[in-house]
Nanobody
Framework: QVQLVESGGGLVQAGGSLRLSCAAS????????MGWYRQAPGKQRELVAE???????NYADSVKGRFTISRDNAKNTAYLQMNSLEPEDTAVYYC??????????????WGQGTQVTVSS
């Protein structure tokens, strides 16, 4: 069974930092992309950052220069370093992985979400 375990969320003051982790395990062949999405109250879920197997990255404009996504392929783990946090960053953050099973179909899995709250 595929499982994504997220950690690192919490409460932080504006200007502070948090580091989110997402560890994938189970019957996974290749993970092509790992990413982070967030959903704030009253808003739709949006892409925050993603990193593909070749190392290329994509960031939302709102987090460029403040957030950094990285990936440890040996551990099947993605990280999101969040610096200079703002109250607008408050949301539930979800890890997402996509890839393909051996001789199988493409897949997408989502983590359970972790709350990030940034206070003034």
């Amino acid at each position: 069974q595929v499982q994504l375990v997220e950690s690192g969320g919490g409460l932080v003051q504006a200007g502070g930092s948090l580091r989110l982790s997402c560890a994938a395990s189970g019957s996974i062949a290749y993970i092509n992309a790992m990413g982070w999405y967030r959903q704030a109250p009253g808003k739709q879920r949006e892409l925050v950052a993603e990193i593909r197997s070749g190392g290329s990255t994509n960031y939302a404009d709102s987090v460029k220069g403040r957030f950094t996504i990285s990936r440890d392929n040996a551990k099947n783990t993605a990280y999101l370093q969040m610096n200079s946090l703002e109250p607008e960053d408050t949301a539930v953050y979800y890890c997402k992985i996509s890839g393909k099973y051996y001789f199988g179909n493409p897949y997408v899995y989502w983590g359970q979400g972790t709350q990030v709250t940034v206070s003034s």
